[in-house]
């Protein structure tokens, strides 16, 4: 996994949390419960450099573990930092000496997948790959998808209210979440692990869990509604003149009778085509016009041929529109899994032009055209080499972007982050849409955030953990 984000500390062999407290823990977890030799040697820190630099890692194995290692925490003040698989990009996972990591690796069972219900219940540690697999075995889908399948836990998706490919469809991760079980810095453990939609049982406690990064408790299991899976799928990737028709297009597609549209990933070209090129593909972009924003669609049906003829049907239709000027049909799973990469594999463009400022806001689809051009604008008017690179969920208005000259220029950061998040709240958008705050976006929070909110999750925060011991420093 490259890792993308700065070390938080620098010196990541250093531990201060005192030896009895360690003695304790041992005693607790028994072995192979507590790690804290090499850990930054030995353990893939994930995204964000600094994850292991607490250097000490609890691995519970049971809901009982979790609460005795909390209510130790608790008691002798050691501040705790919940880590899933360290996908998240936002620095909710970072840690620092005197921390404890309290890892979910070892609660990673699928307690009980019912066909039936189309319902799941998780141990948070499960990845979104391993439930995937499972769902798929019983005809049955997650309904949240993201490139980082195969590493992201359901406890980290929750914490962070992911996202994704899907979110359009069946919503974020909150969307999916039928009930909770956590420890609360408390060490008291909050069971509220209900299997239907319907509970209105007083305050929906477990909602502040959700999104919540870690900051609020730990989660522990989870169940789920699980989604349908449609297993014929069609995949095209079209050139459309520019955001407004790629939406057109999206709607298009949306309102379809037949298949349903399972994805929709626009890609602005400087985007699409170094990407392309760092992965040797550029051959699967060169039918499009040289300045087409590219969208990736997906639809799903009874058969491959069914979705197939569907979007043969429909984009042709587009085309005669003006929506898209030209498409090309993944003949076979390769070929899917090559326009795929294009999408998911966005490192490469990082790779290429280094040094950049990461973003990840919302727009509203009809404000799309007007907010991408006139980033672009800006951008050039900072300095004329600058690269937007723009990408992201269309279906529900979630952009990623990387700002960047390819040299460092801390000097331009204000000046970026204003560029960005021009006209978004204006639009009814958002500067943080969805991988959460964490680290590098309270400050964004302190000084974008409405006041009475703010006002309202630090009292929040304060009576669910009043000794700040829950993942400190992260969200607020
Ligand atoms: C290639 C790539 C693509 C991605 N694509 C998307 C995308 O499309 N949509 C999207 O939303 N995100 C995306 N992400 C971000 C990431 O996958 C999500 O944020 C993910 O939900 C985090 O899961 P994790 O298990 O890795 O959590 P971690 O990174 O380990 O932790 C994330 C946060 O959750 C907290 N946490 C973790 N487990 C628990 C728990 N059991 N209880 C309480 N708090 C906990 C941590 O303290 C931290 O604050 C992507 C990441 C990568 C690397």
């Not at 509220?192 to 406690?205: P, W």
């Given at each position: 996994m490259i890792a993308r984000h700065p070390a938080i500390n620098p010196d990541p062999t250093m531990h201060a949390i005192a030896d009895d407290s360690l003695d304790a823990l041992r005693k607790l977890l028994g072995p192979g419960g507590l790690r804290s030799d090499d850990v930054a040697g030995t353990l893939d820190p994930g995204i964000t450099t600094g994850n292991l630099d607490a250097g000490v890692v609890a691995f519970p194995a049971t809901v009982e573990e979790m609460r005795d290692i909390v209510r130790l925490c608790s008691a002798r003040g050691i501040p705790m930092v919940p880590q899933g698989g360290r996908t998240g990009l936002a620095g909710g996972a970072a840690s620092s000496p005197g921390q404890l990591i309290v890892s979910t690796a070892r609660l990673n069972r699928i307690l009980d997948l019912d066909p039936l219900a189309g319902t799941a219940v998780v141990e948070p540690g499960v990845t979104l790959g391993q439930l995937q697999q499972a769902a798929a075995e019983h005809g049955l889908s997650v309904g949240i998808d993201l490139a980082a399948r195969d590493s992201a836990t359901i406890g980290g998706m929750v914490s962070t209210n992911a996202g994704g490919i899907e979110a359009f469809r069946h919503g974020t991760t909150r969307q999916r979440v039928l009930g909770l079980q956590a420890v609360l810095p408390s060490g008291e453990v909050l069971d509220?692990?209900?299997?239907?939609?319907?509970?209105?049982?007083?305050?929906?406690?477990k909602q502040l869990l959700i999104g919540a990064e870690g900051t609020l408790g730990i989660i522990t299991a989870i169940a789920l509604s699980l989604v349908p899976l449609q297993p014929g799928q069609g995949t095209a990737l079209v050139a459309c003149p520019g955001a407004a028709e790629a939406v057109a297009l999206f709607r298009r597609l949306r309102n379809a009778p037949g298949p349903d549209l399972l994805a929709a990933e626009i890609l602005w070209p400087d985007f699409a085509r170094i990407t392309a090129h760092g992965l040797g593909l550029d051959a699967l972009v060169?039918?499009?016009?040289?300045e087409s924003v590219f969208l990736l669609v997906e639809v799903a049906g009874d058969s491959a041929e069914q979705a197939a003829e569907h979007l043969e049907i429909h984009l042709a239709g587009a085309i005669e529109a003006g929506e898209a000027q030209d498409a090309v049909l993944a003949k076979n799973a390769e070929e899917r899994r090559r326009m795929w990469l294009i999408r998911e594999e966005s490192w490469e463009a990082d790779k290429a032009w280094p040094h950049g400022f990461w973003y990840d806001v919302s727009v509203p689809q009809g404000a799309l055209d007007g907010y991408a051009r006139a980033l672009f604008a800006r951008a050039g008017e900072l300095d004329p080499a600058m690269k937007v690179f723009l990408f992201g969920h269309l279906g529900d208005g979630n952009m990623h972007l990387t700002v960047t000259t390819g040299r460092e220029m801390p000097e331009l950061h204000d000046a970026v982050d204003a560029a960005v998040f021009a006209g978004l709240a204006e639009c009814g958008g958002s500067f943080s849409a969805e991988h959460g705050i964490g680290l590098e976006k309270r400050a964004h929070l302190a000084r974008r955030g409405d006041p009475a909110k703010l006002a309202l999750m630090r009292t929040i925060k304060q009576a669910l953990d009043p000794l700040g011991i829950m993942n400190p420093g992260k969200v607020i």
């Open positions: 509220d692990l209900k299997r239907v939609t319907k509970a209105n049982e007083g305050y929906d406690i060169a039918f499009a016009p040289q």
